[in-house]
């Protein structure tokens, strides 16, 4: 990591051990947070722990932004990991905190879509991705309706139209390449998984000309879709 310590550790981690000194719990959920964010590269086997004690953080602190984010990030690592009553129970918080802050992303709602599609309920997981493109469209969040749109893409994989899923994964692959950014990880691994079931059911010819249909599409064409 740039700017890392001669410790190996990186700066956040030495951020951490000073709010600690401090006693402070807002400023160590805050220190906590922003190490969480590097924490899964370099040490994956303190990430429950170091959630668990910045969520406590957070609480004791009544920093309801930071317990959001917190509550958020910590249910993508548990679905990421698998365990999705976990995963479930800390985005269910996260979504509480967003709904009593006032806070219109799409993130919360997205993420709850992936752990219904997990858990099968494929009609919940469509209602929350259709949910999330709306308010991303309101919010002119481009980077939540590229997220939306892929996670309508991997339902309708699943649901046996290959072909419209194969035009939603190129709008959705289009909408994020407008802003500059990459697929984040759980949904790079969805996204693989879906575009495989799709050339799974289609020959290659008819699975990559959906799938220019798809880039070339409007916002407004899409969201018809």
């Known amino acids: 990591f740039a700017g890392e310590p001669a410790t190996g ?4 981690a030495e951020a951490v051990d000073r709010a600690r000194a401090f006693g ?4 160590l959920g805050a220190a906590l947070m922003h190490h969480l964010l590097c924490v899964g590269t370099v040490e994956p086997e303190r990430s429950p722990e170091l959630f668990a004690e910045a969520v406590a953080c957070a609480e004791r602190s009544g920093d309801r ?3 959001f984010i917190l509550n958020n990030n910590a249910g993508v690592y548990a679905l990421r990991n698998g365990d999705l009553a976990v995963a479930r129970l800390l985005l269910s918080r ?3 905190d967003r709904d009593e802050m006032g806070d219109r992303s799409h993130h919360v709602i997205v993420n709850l879509g992936w752990v219904d599609r997990a858990e099968g309920d494929l009609t919940s997981a469509q209602r929350r991705f259709a949910d999330a493109l709306r308010l991303s469209r309101r919010q002119g969040e481009r980077s939540g309706v590229a997220y939306s ?4 893409a991997c339902n309708e994989a699943n649901q046996g139209d290959p072909r419209l899923a194969a035009e939603l994964f190129g709008a959705a692959q289009s909408f994020l390449d407008g802003v500059g950014e990459a697929w984040q990880e759980p949904e790079a691994g969805y996204r693989a998984a879906g575009l495989a079931a799709v050339r799974a059911q289609l020959d290659a010819a008819a699975a990559d000309q959906a799938y220019a249909r798809g880039q070339a599409l409007t916002l407004d064409e899409a969201d018809r879709k």
Do not use: K
Request: proline fraction near 6%.
């Open 149 to 152: 749109v892929l996670g309508l």
């Open 24 to 27: 402070n719990d807002r400023l």
């Open 9 to 12: 550790l990186p700066l956040s």
């Open 65 to 67: 932004l930071v317990e």
């Open 94 to 96: 996260a979504e509480g």
